[in-house]
């Protein structure tokens, strides 16, 4: 089955500490990731993509196939990194499978 | 640009009631979603839209309809509210369908 697993509901680290968000997905393909954020206050809007490589706020992701894993990494969390963040998975036909969520929440 | 919106922000129904729920984006986008989020759960899909006069069923259709008469618009219709349908609403466009998702900022539906 087609799955998006968020292990974490809460995650709770101090301003400068590092972080991971952890994400798994089971799929048979050739996943599509997404890291999707959610400010306060604010609509849903991606972060990162895993085929774009790139590092957006200092967030990085790496796509394990292996482990079927797609962890978001910050190494010094700060306060506004403070939201909700999806992982998504495309698996074509225009379905996209977002997990659960994942609260950051970055303490003074 | 206002990206995609929607409207209402916030509604409140009794069982067996209808309403619609328009969302409108104005970036040209052939693509467009509903999801629906419900507490501890992802979004899930609804139904989506590959273009003007085109609709497809998502992984939860049932209990509602969409229309999209118009490139930028995309109605999301409930003939007959149930309880069952208390939810957040999402919509979002993209360019293409492996692509980007933008979303607009939601709907709060209470039935009672």
């Known amino acids: 089955a087609q799955r998006v697993t968020q292990p974490e509901k809460l995650l709770s680290v101090f301003k400068g500490a590092p972080v991971e968000l952890k994400c798994n997905y089971s799929?048979?393909?050739?996943?599509?990731l997404f890291w999707y954020v959610q400010y306060s206050r604010q609509r849903l809007q991606l972060l990162l993509r895993?085929?774009s490589r790139e590092s957006i706020k200092g967030f990085t992701a790496d796509l394990n196939k292996g482990e079927t894993s797609f962890h978001l990494k910050k190494p010094f969390a700060q306060e506004e990194d403070s939201a909700m963040y999806y992982c998504?998975?495309?698996?074509?036909?225009?379905?996209?499978?977002f997990g659960a969520g994942t609260r950051l929440f970055v303490k003074a | 640009n206002a990206g995609v919106t929607q409207t209402p922000k916030f509604r409140v129904l009794k069982t067996g009631q209808s309403m619609t729920l328009l969302c409108a984006q104005d970036?040209?986008?052939?693509?467009m979603y509903w999801y629906r989020q419900d507490p501890g759960m992802g979004l899930r899909l609804i139904h989506y839209s590959v273009g003007e006069g085109t609709t497809a069923k998502g992984e939860v259709p049932d209990g509602y309809n969409v229309s999209r008469l118009k490139k930028q618009n995309f109605l999301l219709g409930l003939e007959s509210a149930a309880p069952s349908q208390t939810s957040v609403y999402f919509c979002a466009s993209s360019y293409e369908q492996y692509n980007e998702q933008f979303f607009g900022p939601g709907t709060r539906l209470t039935v009672l």
């Open positions: 970036m040209n986008h052939e693509y």
């Open positions: 895993h085929i």
């Open positions: 799929y048979s393909g050739s996943p599509e």
């Open positions: 998504a998975l495309y698996t074509g036909g225009f379905k996209t499978i």
